[in-house]
């Protein structure tokens, strides 16, 4: 294994370690997601049928997931951050491996723990009604591991330039809410002012609730082909970013 690969596997390794042992983070990921499926689903729903004819719960699920792998995804960088505060980081950079598998490895887990946790709220797919064939299952799972890398990625480049928890933890919160809204998660995009549909076409995860509703419930507004094209190149270019940020750290 050369030093690269083995640098990637490492932190990974690290990374998935400390997310096994925070049971409880485990198992309250699922809170939330809850929340919004059976009191704010149950709610809206009650008053009217969602987009396309389909319920309104079956059409927030895959936006839901979607939140899950965003929050998760976004907040996994914040051990950057960490690591920066108590000099892990300056030990890293300074062995002998290339930055960019610092980087790859970063992402791999942060998008490894966001997927399994997204992977744990289709277990209420059966509780609303959708029905999960194995291949929408792989399908899904493959999707949530792009999603999430994207999702990584960029939070790894907004790390990269934080020095403080509490820096990152604002810059975040004032991202990833309107990248949540703007996603077509709640409601269809097709529908929104001209001013939203446009900030919509630049929110990554407008693509990915996207193709995760063509595969889950068949309700997608733009073809999963062009979701995943889109999401690739915000991936690549978060990628190419967050190495060149990690290259200039002293």
């Known amino acids: ?31 939330q997601p809850a929340v919004w499926l059976f009191i704010m689903g149950k709610g809206i729903g009650s008053t009217f049928r969602g987009p ?24 996994s960088a914040i051990s950057i951050v960490w690591d920066r505060e108590f000099g892990f980081l300056k030990e890293v950079l300074v062995a002998p491996v290339p930055r960019t598998a610092v980087v790859i490895g970063k ?23 959708v029905n999960l064939q194995a291949p929408v299952i792989i399908k899904t799972i493959l999707l949530l591991l792009f999603i999430s890398f994207t999702v990584t990625s960029g939070g790894i480049v907004i790390a990269a330039k934080m ?21 077509g998660a709640m409601f269809p995009i097709h529908n929104l002012p001209l001013w939203m549909k ?37 991936c690549m270019l978060a990628i190419f970013i967050a190495v060149f940020l990690f290259n200039k750290e002293g």
Do not use: C
């Not at 294994?1 to 390794?13: E, H, K, N, P, T």
């Not at 839901?64 to 976004?74: E, K, P, Q």
């Open 198 to 234: 446009l900030m919509a076409r630049i929110d990554p995860m407008a693509y990915g609730v996207d193709a995760l509703k063509g595969v889950l419930i068949g309700a997608n507004e733009m073809g999963i082909g062009q979701d995943i094209v889109v999401l690739a190149v915000f």
């Open 1 to 31: 294994m050369s030093d690269a690969l083995r640098a990637i596997y490492v932190i990974w390794q690290r990374e998935i370690i400390k997310f096994w042992r925070e049971k409880a983070r485990i198992v309250t990921s699922l809170v």
């Open 107 to 129: 992402a791999l887990a942060g998008s490894t723990t966001a997927t399994l946790q997204g992977v744990m709220v289709l277990l209420f797919a059966p509780l609303i009604g």
């Open 163 to 183: 020095q403080s928890f509490h820096s990152f933890q604002l810059v975040m919160n004032f991202l990833i809410m309107p990248m949540f809204f703007l996603s």
């Open 52 to 75: 396309m004819n389909v319920d309104y719960v079956q059409f927030m699920f895959p936006g839901v997931i979607a939140m899950t792998v965003l929050f998760s995804a976004s907040f």
